[in-house]
């Protein structure tokens, strides 16, 4: 049995260079490279590299492992990835609660990819099937969210959600 450090950097090369969309088809590629392991330990692996279920740029839902997640081999970046969240619809804020509406499958992946934002500004999240409700800190200003979430979401959401953010500080 192979060991976790050097199965990791397998599992990162497989979904960076692979359409993976779901454990199982990972799991048979892992076996193809000699790793043969249980999908509680496949899903513990994708969990630890920080790997998510995200749209790529043709809208097939795949597994995904951004910047920070390569094992902490990069710092983290906050730069915007345009295609990386197409699936947003838009985003709302009232009070200390910002709503993002996604297509259908993908709110799930975009509250990990905020959770992983680390950012003091948001609380936490919780997901349904197509909505992400985020909470924001205490004495945190909207202008200061908008600036957090034009760092994810796609130009076109954040500029038609432009007014409800900067009209409130």
């Known amino acids: ?3 976790r450090k050097t199965r990791l950097p397998e599992i990162i090369d497989i ?10 088809e990972l799991s048979k590629q892992l076996a193809v490279r000699g790793y043969i392991i249980t999908q509680a330990t496949l899903s513990r692996d994708l ?3 920080k790997a998510t279920k995200m749209p790529d740029e043709n809208g097939v839902c795949r597994y995904m492992v951004g910047p920070a997640s390569t094992m902490r081999s990069q710092s983290k970046s906050h730069s915007r990835h ?21 297509r259908n499958g993908y709110a799930s992946g975009l509250a990990y990819e905020i959770d992983m934002l680390e950012s003091p500004l948001i609380i936490g999240t919780i997901s349904g099937a197509d909505t992400v409700f985020a909470a924001v800190a ?32």
């Open 82 to 102: 345009p295609s990386a969240h197409s699936a947003v619809l838009s985003v709302a804020i009232t009070g200390n609660l910002v709503v993002v509406k996604t």
């Open 1 to 3: 049995m192979k060991i």
């Open 47 to 49: 969990k630890l590299i």
């Open 138 to 169: 205490e004495g945190v200003t909207h202008s200061q969210v908008f600036d957090l979430l034009s760092t994810l979401l796609p130009e076109s959401v954040m500029d038609a959600a432009r007014a409800l953010f900067l009209s409130h500080d």
């Open 15 to 24: 979904i960076s260079h692979q359409t993976i969309r779901s454990q199982e």
